[in-house]
T-cell receptor, first 112, second 113 residues
Framework: GENVEQHPSTLSVQEGDSAVIKCTYS??????FPWYKQELGKRPQLIID???NVGEKKDQRIAVTLNKTAKHFSLHITETQPEDSAVYFC???????????WGAGTKLIIKP | NAGVTQTPKFQVLKTGQSMTLQCAQD?????MYWYRQDPGMGLRLIYY???????DKGEVPNGYNVSRLNKREFSLRLESAAPSQTSVYFC????????????FGSGTRLTVV
């Protein structure tokens, strides 16, 4: 079955700098890769997703890139702000599979 | 548009007590899910319902039962609560399978003493 590994487990960056979180997956048939943000004490919320027919997707300060050959995808946050502090989860799945396979999460700390 | 509504938000149970966590969505989603999240940890799937009338076990189903009452509602029951079931429980729904992203409820914080 699918396995998703996420790195790093904790990432501390200076406010205004960029942050990159990387996930690798094992199932080459996986074709949908969402990213969720979970603020302390809150529910996870979908922030961006990408399908395997696209190599990159952007939404303002966040972007996701996908390398199907290497089976990894990454979340990029530019010009980080204090409100970006949260735990970020990646996930992967494929058509007809009703379960998202989750990474373990990355705690992002934005230093003032 | 409320999205996914979970009740209760907080609950304290004694070991051996039973309770049902309720979840309802108003987005006409086909699939619904129950997750648990232990402190500082990731999400673990307990049960899911791909569509009305079907339920399947996830990663950690022991000690739990579910009912997909109709398309809107998916409940999680703890028959005999144990301290190991102390956790935050999230219900989620998605349009079709997983390919349109999950919408999560606000969670139920359960403590078993």
């Amino acid at each position: 079955g699918e396995n998703v590994e996420q790195h790093p487990s904790t990432l501390s960056v200076q406010e205004g700098d960029s942050a990159v979180i990387k996930c690798t997956y094992s199932d080459s048939a996986s074709n949908y890769f969402p990213w969720y943000k979970q603020e302390l004490g809150k529910r996870p919320q979908l922030i961006i997703d990408i399908r395997s027919n696209v190599g990159e997707k952007k939404d303002q300060r966040i972007a996701v890139t996908l390398n199907k050959t290497a089976k990894h995808f990454s979340l990029h946050i530019t010009e980080t702000q204090p409100e970006d502090s949260a735990v970020y989860f990646c996930a992967a799945t494929r058509d007809s599979n009703y379960q998202l396979i989750w990474g373990a999460g990355t705690k992002l700390i934005i230093k003032p | 548009n409320a999205g996914v509504t979970q009740t209760p938000k907080f609950q304290v149970l004694k070991t051996g007590q039973s309770m049902t966590l309720q979840c309802a969505q108003d987005m006409n989603h086909n699939s619904m899910y129950w997750y648990r999240q232990d402190p500082g940890m990731g999400l673990r799937l307990i049960y899911y319902s791909a569509s009305e009338g079907t339920t399947d076990k996830g990663e950690v189903p022991n000690g739990y039962n579910v009912s997909r009452l109709n398309k809107r509602e998916f409940s999680l029951r703890l028959e005999s609560a144990a301290p190991s079931q102390t956790s935050v429980y999230f219900c989620a729904s998605s349009q079709t399978g997983t390919n349109y992203g999950y919408t999560f409820g606000s969670g139920t914080r359960l403590t078993v003493v």
